[in-house]
């Protein structure tokens, strides 16, 4: 079988020569695989692929068996499906299951096609319930009723609940099992309890939720303060508040919540207010970053086509706003057209024209940049509002009087014309002006309107601003100078 590589530079032959030694031990191979900062070394991957070639089953299940799951799953994306196909038996169940919840979108459909239904339902009962719903919302119709149907009937119960939610709420993203107790149970009874349970309590838990008798949470015992506590004292004794999440929080409202009031854990609460299930702070880490990229993607007016990505899937995920753009930027050169006399009579306006665009995009940008992070973060709202906007017309004010004075000396050093050097000058601070106003007032009007403002307010606020700055400048070049 013809394969190609992944990121790597070495056709297969050639890795072959260097890497049949068997003689690391696993702690060897473990250093040789990550570097100083936890990357995957590219020797290691190399190591990987010579073993495959060589279709050298043990040497590749010695090798994968030294990586920990989330560095199987990070190998998996340095590799091509050929030789994803033969790493993947390697996996036993629990790490199988780890290594699916860790990859990647694009790259988890792939791997879950080559496996079968009944060595993945095995695998998903090693997951969280939250984790196990989140693979299975990826199956198609039939392979997902495959697995379901040879799971175990408690755990496919968790499953199915969980996807009953709508996607990115916290329905989904909750763990069902949760620990709970009464208020008039001990500190030496919760103990006891936690010790009998085995497998009925979640794998990772911080907090014992107490519940009244309608299971509705009234407080929570951190497992530290627990575990300080004397055995006979009550829990009622050492109970602390809880911050309660509704199944129909969006994620990010959910992030939100942990960051700003330092959760580890939370419970999560039907419309009647009963315990469903709790949220940890690692699923937390994962929508946070997941929502940062998103966004900044977004501000790009790109989305992410992934590393296996095609060129046409590449392309086709960053074209509809280059189209959008292209419209926009049509408009703005609409003005050029309209001063083509005032142009043709001083050929020096066409050389500054797009020193005043440019830098007014740029400072829109950074302008557009800080006002979405703002938003994202609850930083700027109704109340500090007119604040922000009064703040950042000043600012622009300031830099475009300051960039004003430096083209203006620029100017006229070159073209010793001091009318010329005005006319830049003040059509920078115009620009710079409406940038900033532009850069704070579009991303506010379209969160106002309840639209993303990180997936267009790049293009409305590039439209404006070279729109703006061809206005400007060749405005003020035909009152002061022709």
Known sequence: MTREHADLNEEPS??????????ETPEDLEDLALGDDYALNPEYVRKVIDAADRGDAERLRELVGALRSEDVADLMGFLTADYREEVVPCLDSE???????????????????????????????????DDAADVVDDLEGEKRAQVLAAMDADDRAAVEAS?????????????????????????G?????????????????????????????????????????????????????????????????????FNKYHLISAPVVDAGGRLVGQ???????????????????????????G????????????????????????????????????????????????????????AGTQTLAVAVRALASRELNAANAVRIVLR????????????????????????????????????????LFVAALAGILVPLTLDKLDRDPAVSSSVFVTFTTDFMGFLSFLGLAGVLLL
Request: aromatic share 6%.
């Open 307 to 362: 590393r296996d990505a095609g060129v046409w899937d590449v392309a086709r995920s960053r074209l509809p706003w280059l189209v959008v753009n292209t419209l926009t930027a049509a408009t703005a050169a609409s003005v050029i057209g309209a001063f083509q006399e005032e142009i043709a009579q001083l050929v020096t306006l066409a050389i500054l024209m797009p020193v005043v665009a440019s830098l007014g995009g740029n």
């Open 189 to 257: 009874q919760t103990i006891d309890h936690v010790r009998n349970a085995g497998d009925d309590l979640p794998e990772l838990f911080f907090d014992v939720y107490i519940v009244d008798p309608a299971y509705r949470p009234i407080g929570a015992a951190p497992v530290s303060t627990l575990l300080r506590a004397k055995r006979e004292t009550s829990l009622a004794e050492i109970m602390e508040p809880v911050t309660e999440i509704t199944v129909d929080m969006d994620q990010e409202e959910v992030g939100y919540t």
């Open 392 to 431: 950042e017309m000043a600012v622009g004010l300031v830099n475009g009087g300051v960039l004003a004075v430096i083209m203006g000396v620029a100017t006229f050093a070159v073209f010793q014309d001091w009318k010329l050097c005005l006319t830049i000058g003040l059509a920078l601070i115009i620009n």
């Open 95 to 129: 790490t199988l299951a780890e290594v699916i919840s860790e990859l990647d979108d694009n790259l988890r459909e792939e791997v879950l096609e080559t496996v079968h239904p009944t060595a993945l339902a095995k695998a998903l009962e090693e997951l969280d319930s």
């Open 279 to 305: 949220i940890t702070v690692d699923d937390i880490v994962g929508v946070i970053q997941e929502e940062g990229e998103e966004d900044i993607l977004a501000l790009a007016g790109v989305s992410d086509a």
């Open 163 to 187: 996807l009953s939610y709508e996607d990115e709420t916290a329905g989904r993203l909750m763990q069902r099992e949760v620990l709970a107790a009464p208020q008039f149970w001990t500190v």
């Open 14 to 23: 050639r890795a072959s020569k260097h890497f049949v030694d068997h003689d």
